[in-house]
C-alpha cells in the first residue's frame, strides 16, 4: 500500500510526488508514458506565466516556482535549470499583473522587456526530479489508469495530474488541448531568447537556446489535436524567427516536436473532493501553457491539501 498515487508523471506530477515523499508519505506516481514522452518533455520551457488562468492565483505560483528555479539554476548540468536573458518582444510593465513586481532587473527597452529568466532543459529536469523522487522513496510505475477508483483500492489519496488526460478521467468537458509546434535547429551563435506573441493569431515567435540546440516556435492551435508535426507550419516557424535573427534561415534543421497543452476553460483546479466509494482525491491539473512555469507554486498547494 502507498499513503498517496499521484495520477501523471509530467512536471506537475513528479513535481507534486517529490514534496509530498520528502514529506515521508508513501508516494507512487502512475504514468501512461515515459517523462521523456510527456507533454512536459517537448515544453520549450522558459519560465513565464503563458496562457494560464486564474489570474488571481498565477502570480503567487509562478514566483513561489521561480524562486526555486533560482536556487536550481546553481547547478545546471544536475537540475536543467539555466538562467538566461533575453527579450519579450512588444511587453511593457505596465501591462502585466502585480506579479511583475516580483521579477528583478527588469528593463524596458525599444523591442520590449529585457529580463534574465529561468530557461529549462525540460528532459534533463525531468530527469533529475524523477532522481530526487526515488532518492525520497518515491516510486514511478507506468501504467494506464482506467479511473481513480483504481488508484483509491490502493492508496487512501489520490492526486489528480493527468493534464489532458483529466478531460476524460474526472471527466472534465472544460479540458481542451492547445497545440504547440517547434521546431529545433543548430544554432547559428545565439546565446539569448526572444519572445513575440500575436494577441490576435494561433502563431507565436520565439526561440530559445537549450544544449540540444535552438528551440524554435511556435503555435497554440486552440482544440487541435494532430500529434505530428505540419512541414507547412514549420516553414513558417522558421521564417519567422529568422524575421528577428537571420542567421536562423540557413540553421540546419535537427527535429520537429509537437505537444498538446492541457488547457482549462476555468483555469487551473486545486481542490480536494470524496470520492464516491471512498478516499480523498486532489485535484492540480489545466495548467495550459505554463506548467513548467507554476510547476513547484502549484505543487505545494495541492499538497497542502493531502493530510
Request: glycine share 12%; aromatic share 8%.
Given at each position: 500500500m502507498a499513503d498517496v498515487i499521484v495520477v501523471g508523471g509530467g512536471v506537475s506530477g513528479l513535481t507534486t510526488a517529490l514534496l509530498l515523499a520528502e514529506r515521508g508519505l508513501r508516494v507512487r506516481v502512475w504514468s501512461r508514458?515515459?517523462?521523456?514522452?510527456?507533454?512536459?518533455?517537448?515544453?520549450?520551457?522558459l519560465w513565464w506565466p503563458y496562457r494560464i488562468e486564474p489570474e488571481e492565483s498565477i502570480g503567487r505560483w509562478s514566483l513561489d516556482t521561480l524562486r526555486v528555479y533560482e536556487e536550481l539554476s546553481s547547478s545546471p548540468g544536475e537540475t536543467g535549470v539555466r538562467m538566461v536573458a533575453g527579450v519579450h518582444g512588444g511587453e511593457r510593465l505596465s501591462a502585466l499583473g502585480?506579479?511583475?513586481?516580483?521579477?528583478?532587473?527588469?528593463?524596458?527597452v525599444p523591442q520590449?522587456?529585457?529580463?534574465?529568466?529561468?530557461?529549462?532543459?525540460?528532459?534533463?529536469?525531468?530527469?533529475?526530479?524523477?532522481?530526487?523522487?526515488?532518492?525520497?522513496?518515491?516510486v514511478?510505475?507506468?501504467r494506464t489508469v482506467g479511473g481513480f477508483a483504481e488508484a483509491a483500492a490502493e492508496a487512501p489519496v489520490v492526486v489528480n495530474c493527468a493534464g489532458?488526460?483529466?478531460?476524460?478521467?474526472?471527466?472534465?468537458?472544460?479540458v481542451h488541448p492547445v497545440r504547440g509546434q517547434l521546431v529545433v535547429v543548430e544554432n547559428?551563435?545565439?546565446?539569448?531568447?526572444?519572445?513575440?506573441?500575436?494577441?490576435?493569431?494561433?502563431?507565436?515567435?520565439?526561440?530559445?537556446p537549450q544544449p540540444g540546440g535552438l528551440v524554435?516556435?511556435?503555435t497554440a492551435e486552440t482544440g487541435d489535436e494532430r500529434a505530428e508535426p505540419d512541414p507547412v507550419t514549420a516553414g513558417e516557424i522558421v521564417a519567422r524567427c529568422a524575421r528577428v535573427r537571420p542567421e536562423i534561415a540557413g540553421a540546419r534543421v535537427i527535429g520537429h516536436r509537437v505537444g498538446l497543452r492541457?488547457?482549462?476553460?476555468?483555469?487551473?483546479?486545486?481542490e480536494a473532493e470524496e470520492l464516491p466509494g471512498g478516499g480523498l482525491l486532489v485535484h492540480n491539473y489545466g495548467h495550459g501553457g505554463a506548467g513548467v512555469t507554476v510547476a513547484r507554486g502549484c505543487a505545494h498547494a495541492a499538497a497542502r491539501l493531502v493530510p
Open positions: 508514458e515515459a517523462s521523456s514522452d510527456t507533454t512536459s518533455a517537448v515544453a520549450g520551457a502585480a506579479w511583475a513586481r516580483g521579477l528583478t532587473g527588469v528593463a524596458e520590449g522587456l529585457r529580463v534574465t529568466l529561468p530557461l529549462i532543459d525540460m528532459p534533463v529536469h525531468l530527469r533529475w526530479l524523477e532522481e530526487r523522487l526515488a532518492s525520497a522513496g518515491g514511478v510505475e507506468r489532458l488526460g483529466a478531460r476524460e478521467l474526472v471527466p472534465d468537458p472544460g547559428p551563435g545565439i546565446d539569448e531568447w526572444f519572445t513575440r506573441a500575436d494577441p490576435v493569431s494561433s502563431a507565436t515567435t520565439y526561440f530559445f524554435l516556435g511556435g492541457p488547457a482549462r476553460d476555468a483555469g487551473v483546479r486545486i
